[in-house]
């Protein structure tokens, strides 16, 4: 009797332990999971912001025509007829 006693008294503390290591487990991975989500909202509003930059570029390049000449000149290097280009050299 002393024995079956004690080998319930061992298998509930393994259950116990089996349990108790889950609920570890589970938060480990829980906690991980709120960084993640946390990381993913930041990159999230970051990519909205830059999101409407880019709306309001559109927006402007849409209905302003100096605008786009801007655009022509710094990011493509285009030239006027007659114009010519001067580039400094930095050291």
């Known amino acids: 009797m002393k024995k079956r006693l004690t080998l319930n008294k061992v298998i509930i503390i393994v259950i116990f332990a089996v349990f ?3 609920l570890i487990r589970q938060g480990v991975a829980l906690k991980r999971i709120k960084e993640n989500l946390s990381v993913e909202r930041q ?3 970051q990519l909205k912001e830059e999101n409407e ?3 309001a570029e559109v927006e402007s390049a849409q209905s302003n025509h ?3 000449e ?6 493509l290097g285009l030239i006027k007829d007659g114009e010519q280009v001067i580039e400094s050299l930095e050291p």
Request: aromatic letters at 12%; charged letters at 35%.
């Open 20 to 22: 108790i290591f889950s």
């Open 70 to 75: 801007k655009l022509a000149r710094e990011r």
């Open 53 to 55: 930059k880019l709306q």
């Open 43 to 45: 990159n999230l509003n």
């Open 66 to 68: 100096e605008y786009i």
